[in-house]
């Protein structure tokens, strides 16, 4: 139908440890709105960066054409240069400036280094038309909503002249509304000639604007499909085509009574107080039970665990937890502590770890008292304690003194899990536990939440990885867009199933 | 494979690590030894004259409990411009309570302490419940309460105090035996050299129980021979330190109340589970929320804290100037946040030893002392003060590079 506008070609791309990439082709024709799928970890960003700029032409291997001219780019500023431009999921937006500042950041209508004001705010008038935004200017951003805020962003890129434009999950952080009016902008846009990429997880709305799908799957080009030949079962089955290993440990259980459980748990947006994160969420877990909380990136697990852990994410909370039938408090997370709750942190160098304090120290934090008398430490006892659980865990550092800094990902992962095991909790909701560890630390981390069960606790385990929730839980929720949208157990499900709730 | 040679690489930067953080406190003792040691040449032997070792005491003694206080707010991430003002402040109560009420000493104390703790609460509330950057909210308490000093005195000093008040900063323990002994040609006074014995005692004694009580646990204990050259070096000092006091009037009361002050606040942050938490919210303040501590009413506390020191240091420095006046602590501040950062306090929180601010505070006091002896004029006092500082962080900073 159309000239070919991007071509890449054989690209490989490696991290230290990690096959990012591993041949992968993909085209993109002219004027048309290009889907690009896949999993979590399956390649998109690292394509997308690789093409906006951020990883530099030299740092990976194959070619590049873009309008049938090499494209060896080293830089974001280079790339806007030849008209591609990404919006990134995380808005990159100055909050305290303008939406006509903010249009024309980095590329200021200037001469001699004196802005033409004149000049930013009719060509702003004229570019918020276009994208249709309704709203004066001159309003700073951080007074518009993200619907707003995501048509500004398409606004900033238009002014730089894009002839291709990266959309990397725009819709993850609007309402269906703002979606809806974004799809439309992108279907008005291609009208006019403009080539977008669209990175998404749902598949709807790529089934609805998409000319053509490419599918990756770890690193690898699945399928590029073009119109009329674009299904939901086509995708799926591309997506999650993987089969499952024995990398699971198996486990003996004996499910007991239900031990821990939430009734209709409501929380809202901690800024934008109308939008719901958590939306009318029951779930239970019984005594040496695992259960899963499926769901993708912003599906709004984290959110929720962490509203009812201490109700520290969210504002508005309302709804019940109950520990063996009674109901408990979690209004702090002292109390939620008390009450027999774990949290384990998905971002365990910003919340779950003290980096620059010692293995031994991070160990004990959560439940001093227990290696306390009278509020004095006890440093002997807490020394027998930290040395007890690196040995218990295979955590690898030379000593128990030994700045968390300091160790791997997967140790620090192990200090984590040793932290809250230290508290003798009932019920342990992990947030993505295995999130950036190797295989053998996976592994581990498997056979602590196995002994866990097998001690007749119980495990709420938060993860993106398809494979991983089937493999370790006995039962699973699917959760998107803060809703609990289905419940089976782990025996009748499988990842198209999944999936298929899921998008 | 990988990994072994990681977990290898890990165990050479730790073991250099660990000595470095014994080091450390070691290398602070010897850049003091050797400061004293080239004052003492500069000055020709009057820096360790026994009058000079008691007035470095009173001279410092009220920037050190600031010090002491500023650490534990260092700790948590956070800072105090205020100080300097609520000293004033209580010193000026003081002088308007007892000098023109007539109000006893022990009353006016109380009242003292209460305004102190009440001042800190109004800076923990701004600070820890509505989350004003200290800075912010210290900075504006510095005016305040230097303002208010000004306006309750009127702008005149309030003087002077009865004997039984100035005691606090100028008085010393009586001698038990009525005169003082002689040896080695000099006068002594007894009391101080019993004293001196009494804690050398008590440090063996503690010594030695922490090694029985490491090898009952099982755990590696020093070398014999490092642990009692330890002990002698250690017992050596205080006695030479008591000596000096001996030799001129004793134990200044001002020594006994910063002792306690500084055996309750080694032993909160080195040993007390509060102490712990205070560390933990200054490393990461969230996940130290999301494991169950309190982080409000930790820092209102040490905010609280804070102010009852200040409080002290305004009736200690009230007491040696003999008068309320309105310019009284200006710039303790700074010479307080100065003595942490020396003592090797990190700015970002989370790091900061007891020793290691009293360590700084007698760098910044013997300079201080020890440049006015030899006629260094106030003007560059100041500035070698301030290159000193730089210096001294730029060292920790540079440590601290290498080793990553």
């Given at each position: 139908m159309s000239e070919i506008i991007l071509e890449m070609e054989n690209i490989t791309k490696h991290f230290p440890g990690v096959l990012a990439l591993d041949n992968v082709n993909f085209s993109v024709k002219e004027g048309e709105i290009h889907a690009l799928v896949g999993e979590n970890g399956a390649g998109k960003s690292t394509l997308m960066r690789i093409l906006s700029g951020v990883l530099p032409h030299g740092s990976y291997t194959g070619q590049i054409k873009f309008e049938n001219k090499k494209y060896d780019i080293k830089s974001i500023k280079q790339s806007e240069e030849k008209g591609i431009a990404i919006i990134h999921q995380e808005f990159a937006l100055s909050p305290y400036l303008s939406i006509a500042e903010n249009i024309f950041l980095g590329n200021e209508n200037s001469k001699a280094g004196i802005v033409n004001w004149e000049m930013t705010q009719n060509k702003a008038v004229e570019l918020t038309k276009r994208v249709g935004l309704v709203e004066d200017v001159s309003v700073l951003i951080k007074d518009i909503g993200v619907g707003k805020r995501q048509l500004v962003e398409i606004a900033k890129a238009l002014s730089k002249n894009v002839k291709l434009l990266i959309l990397d999950e725009p819709t993850a952080a609007l309402n269906e509304d703002d979606s809806e009016n974004l799809l439309k902008l992108l279907l008005a846009l291609k009208e006019k000639g403009l080539t977008s990429i669209l990175i998404s997880h749902k598949l709807g709305e790529v089934i609805e604007v998409a000319d053509t799908v490419t599918i990756l799957r770890d690193g690898q080009t699945i399928e590029t499909i073009a119109k009329g030949d674009i299904t939901e079962a086509r995708i799926i089955k591309g997506m999650v085509g993987r089969e499952l290993t024995d990398r699971f440990p198996k486990r003996e259980h004996t499910i007991g009574d239900i031990l821990f459980n939430v009734e209709d748990w409501n929380a809202y947006h901690p800024t934008h107080h109308d939008k719901k994160i958590t939306d009318d969420v029951n779930i239970n877990v019984r005594a040496g039970e695992v259960v899963g909380i499926a769901g993708?990136?912003?599906?709004g697990r984290t959110e929720f665990a962490m509203s009812v852990f201490?109700?520290?994410?969210?504002?508005?909370i309302s709804g019940k937890a109950y520990m063996n039938g009674k109901q408990i408090d979690t209004g702090t997370v002292g109390k939620s502590i008390k009450n027999g709750l774990a949290y384990i942190s998905e971002d365990r160098k910003g919340l779950g770890l003290i980096l620059r304090s010692s293995v031994k120290d991070n160990i004990t934090l959560p439940n001093l008292e227990k290696v306390s008398k009278a509020m004095v430490i006890n440093e002997n006892e807490e020394v027998i304690v930290a040395d007890k659980a690196v040995e218990a865990f295979r955590i690898k550092c030379p000593t128990i003194e030994q700045e968390t800094n300091d160790l791997s990902g997967g140790n620090q992962q192990k200090v984590v899990l040793a932290k809250w095991l230290f508290c003798e909790s009932e019920v342990y909701i992990m947030d993505e536990p295995t999130r950036g560890i190797d295989v053998g630390a996976k592994h581990e981390v498997y056979t602590v939440v196995n002994n866990l069960a097998a001690e007749g606790k119980a495990i709420i385990f938060i993860s993106s990885e398809l494979p991983e929730i089937l493999g370790v839980c006995d039962r699973i929720y699917v959760m998107s867009e803060g809703k609990i949208v289905g419940e089976m157990l782990s025996e009748e499900a499988d990842q198209e199933k999944i999936m298929r709730l899921l998008v | 494979m990988k990994e072994t040679n990681d977990t290898k690489a890990i165990a050479k930067t730790s073991g250099s690590k660990i000595l470095r953080g014994n080091m450390r406190q070691y290398s602070m003792v010897m850049a003091l030894v050797l400061l004293i040691v080239l004052f003492y040449f500069l000055t020709g032997g009057k820096l360790l004259k026994p009058l000079n070792i008691t007035n470095l005491i009173l001279q410092n003694g009220y920037i050190l409990i600031l010090a002491i206080g500023m650490l534990l707010v260092i700790i948590t991430a956070r800072i105090d411009l205020s100080v300097g003002s609520i000293v004033a402040f209580v010193g000026a109560i003081a002088a308007i309570m007892?000098?023109?009420?007539?109000?006893?000493v022990i009353p006016t104390i109380l009242v003292c302490l209460v305004v102190g703790a009440l001042i800190g609460a109004w800076q923990g509330f701004w600070t820890a419940y509505i989350k004003i950057p200290a800075f912010i909210t210290t900075l504006s308490s510095m005016l305040i309460f230097r303002g208010l000093t000004i306006a309750v005195l009127d702008g005149r000093s309030i003087g002077p105090f009865p004997d039984s008040f100035r005691a606090i900063s100028s008085s010393f323990v009586p001698d038990i035996v009525s005169e003082p002994i002689m040896l080695f040609g000099a006068q002594l006074n007894l009391t101080a050299l019993i004293a001196g014995f009494l804690i050398c005692l008590y440090i063996v004694f503690r010594d030695v129980n922490k090694r029985r009580a490491k090898s009952k646990y099982g755990f590696d204990t020093m070398a014999i021979w490092f642990f009692i050259i330890k002990q002698v070096i250690m017992c050596g000092a205080t006695m030479a330190f008591f000596y000096l006091l001996a030799a001129y009037?004793?134990?200044?009361t001002l020594l006994i109340i910063l002792i306690v002050l500084i055996v309750i606040y080694s032993f909160v942050t080195s040993k007390s589970v509060i102490g712990r938490r205070i560390y933990a919210v200054g490393g990461n303040e969230s996940a130290a929320r999301l494991s169950g501590i309190n982080t409000k009413r930790l820092v209102f506390a040490t905010n609280v804290n804070m102010g009852v020191l200040s409080a002290i240091a305004g009736i200690v420095f009230a007491a040696r100037l003999n008068a309320g006046t309105p310019k009284a602590g200006t710039g303790f501040e700074l010479d307080a946040i100065a003595s942490c950062f020396i003592g090797g306090a990190s700015v970002y929180g989370g790091t900061g030893t007891i020793m290691g601010a009293i360590l700084g505070c007698f760098i910044m006091g013997v300079m201080n002392n020890g440049m006015s002896i030899i006629g260094v004029s106030i003007d560059y006092q100041q500035a070698i003060k301030g290159l000193v500082i730089l210096l001294a962080v730029a060292v920790d900073m540079i440590a601290k590079d290498k080793e990553k």
């Amino acid at each position: 139908m159309s000239e070919i506008i991007l071509e890449m070609e054989n690209i490989t791309k490696h991290f230290p440890g990690v096959l990012a990439l591993d041949n992968v082709n993909f085209s993109v024709k002219e004027g048309e709105i290009h889907a690009l799928v896949g999993e979590n970890g399956a390649g998109k960003s690292t394509l997308m960066r690789i093409l906006s700029g951020v990883l530099p032409h030299g740092s990976y291997t194959g070619q590049i054409k873009f309008e049938n001219k090499k494209y060896d780019i080293k830089s974001i500023k280079q790339s806007e240069e030849k008209g591609i431009a990404i919006i990134h999921q995380e808005f990159a937006l100055s909050p305290y400036l303008s939406i006509a500042e903010n249009i024309f950041l980095g590329n200021e209508n200037s001469k001699a280094g004196i802005v033409n004001w004149e000049m930013t705010q009719n060509k702003a008038v004229e570019l918020t038309k276009r994208v249709g935004l309704v709203e004066d200017v001159s309003v700073l951003i951080k007074d518009i909503g993200v619907g707003k805020r995501q048509l500004v962003e398409i606004a900033k890129a238009l002014s730089k002249n894009v002839k291709l434009l990266i959309l990397d999950e725009p819709t993850a952080a609007l309402n269906e509304d703002d979606s809806e009016n974004l799809l439309k902008l992108l279907l008005a846009l291609k009208e006019k000639g403009l080539t977008s990429i669209l990175i998404s997880h749902k598949l709807g709305e790529v089934i609805e604007v998409a000319d053509t799908v490419t599918i990756l799957r770890d690193g690898q080009t699945i399928e590029t499909i073009a119109k009329g030949d674009i299904t939901e079962a086509r995708i799926i089955k591309g997506m999650v085509g993987r089969e499952l290993t024995d990398r699971f440990p198996k486990r003996e259980h004996t499910i007991g009574d239900i031990l821990f459980n939430v009734e209709d748990w409501n929380a809202y947006h901690p800024t934008h107080h109308d939008k719901k994160i958590t939306d009318d969420v029951n779930i239970n877990v019984r005594a040496g039970e695992v259960v899963g909380i499926a769901g993708l990136m912003g599906a709004g697990r984290t959110e929720f665990a962490m509203s009812v852990f201490g109700k520290s994410y969210g504002v508005n909370i309302s709804g019940k937890a109950y520990m063996n039938g009674k109901q408990i408090d979690t209004g702090t997370v002292g109390k939620s502590i008390k009450n027999g709750l774990a949290y384990i942190s998905e971002d365990r160098k910003g919340l779950g770890l003290i980096l620059r304090s010692s293995v031994k120290d991070n160990i004990t934090l959560p439940n001093l008292e227990k290696v306390s008398k009278a509020m004095v430490i006890n440093e002997n006892e807490e020394v027998i304690v930290a040395d007890k659980a690196v040995e218990a865990f295979r955590i690898k550092c030379p000593t128990i003194e030994q700045e968390t800094n300091d160790l791997s990902g997967g140790n620090q992962q192990k200090v984590v899990l040793a932290k809250w095991l230290f508290c003798e909790s009932e019920v342990y909701i992990m947030d993505e536990p295995t999130r950036g560890i190797d295989v053998g630390a996976k592994h581990e981390v498997y056979t602590v939440v196995n002994n866990l069960a097998a001690e007749g606790k119980a495990i709420i385990f938060i993860s993106s990885e398809l494979p991983e929730i089937l493999g370790v839980c006995d039962r699973i929720y699917v959760m998107s867009e803060g809703k609990i949208v289905g419940e089976m157990l782990s025996e009748e499900a499988d990842q198209e199933k999944i999936m298929r709730l899921l998008v | 494979m990988k990994e072994t040679n990681d977990t290898k690489a890990i165990a050479k930067t730790s073991g250099s690590k660990i000595l470095r953080g014994n080091m450390r406190q070691y290398s602070m003792v010897m850049a003091l030894v050797l400061l004293i040691v080239l004052f003492y040449f500069l000055t020709g032997g009057k820096l360790l004259k026994p009058l000079n070792i008691t007035n470095l005491i009173l001279q410092n003694g009220y920037i050190l409990i600031l010090a002491i206080g500023m650490l534990l707010v260092i700790i948590t991430a956070r800072i105090d411009l205020s100080v300097g003002s609520i000293v004033a402040f209580v010193g000026a109560i003081a002088a308007i309570m007892i000098v023109n009420m007539k109000i006893g000493v022990i009353p006016t104390i109380l009242v003292c302490l209460v305004v102190g703790a009440l001042i800190g609460a109004w800076q923990g509330f701004w600070t820890a419940y509505i989350k004003i950057p200290a800075f912010i909210t210290t900075l504006s308490s510095m005016l305040i309460f230097r303002g208010l000093t000004i306006a309750v005195l009127d702008g005149r000093s309030i003087g002077p105090f009865p004997d039984s008040f100035r005691a606090i900063s100028s008085s010393f323990v009586p001698d038990i035996v009525s005169e003082p002994i002689m040896l080695f040609g000099a006068q002594l006074n007894l009391t101080a050299l019993i004293a001196g014995f009494l804690i050398c005692l008590y440090i063996v004694f503690r010594d030695v129980n922490k090694r029985r009580a490491k090898s009952k646990y099982g755990f590696d204990t020093m070398a014999i021979w490092f642990f009692i050259i330890k002990q002698v070096i250690m017992c050596g000092a205080t006695m030479a330190f008591f000596y000096l006091l001996a030799a001129y009037n004793g134990i200044p009361t001002l020594l006994i109340i910063l002792i306690v002050l500084i055996v309750i606040y080694s032993f909160v942050t080195s040993k007390s589970v509060i102490g712990r938490r205070i560390y933990a919210v200054g490393g990461n303040e969230s996940a130290a929320r999301l494991s169950g501590i309190n982080t409000k009413r930790l820092v209102f506390a040490t905010n609280v804290n804070m102010g009852v020191l200040s409080a002290i240091a305004g009736i200690v420095f009230a007491a040696r100037l003999n008068a309320g006046t309105p310019k009284a602590g200006t710039g303790f501040e700074l010479d307080a946040i100065a003595s942490c950062f020396i003592g090797g306090a990190s700015v970002y929180g989370g790091t900061g030893t007891i020793m290691g601010a009293i360590l700084g505070c007698f760098i910044m006091g013997v300079m201080n002392n020890g440049m006015s002896i030899i006629g260094v004029s106030i003007d560059y006092q100041q500035a070698i003060k301030g290159l000193v500082i730089l210096l001294a962080v730029a060292v920790d900073m540079i440590a601290k590079d290498k080793e990553k």
